[in-house]
């Protein structure tokens, strides 16, 4: 994990563990945007770390910290 990916899943983690995405990709938790691109969103979701999901079928999806008991 990078510096930046270490960064990323602490400000989701301070900001309730869960964000949505704008029409931008970028992630917005707590009122506040996060500092982050969504290639970094991306690839913590690829290495098992947290999870894209839609939780109705549509709009620009969510992000979320995968359980521990979960994650790989």
């Given at each position: 994990?990078?510096?930046?990916?270490?960064?990323?899943?602490?400000?989701?983690?301070?900001?309730?563990?869960?964000?949505?995405?704008?029409?931008?990709?970028?992630?917005?938790?707590?009122?506040?945007?996060?500092?982050?691109?969504?290639s970094t969103w991306n690839a913590l979701a690829k290495a098992g770390?947290?999870?894209?999901?839609?939780?109705?079928?549509?709009?620009?999806?969510?992000?979320?910290?995968?359980?521990?008991?979960?994650?790989?």
């Amino acid at each position: 994990m990078t510096p930046s990916h270490k960064e990323a899943l602490e400000w989701l983690r301070k900001h309730g563990g869960d964000a949505a995405f704008d029409k931008f990709g970028v992630a917005l938790a707590m009122g506040e945007n996060a500092p982050f691109m969504r290639s970094t969103w991306n690839a913590l979701a690829k290495a098992g770390l947290v999870e894209i999901y839609k939780p109705f079928g549509k709009g620009r999806g969510r992000v979320r910290i995968v359980p521990p008991e979960t994650a790989p």
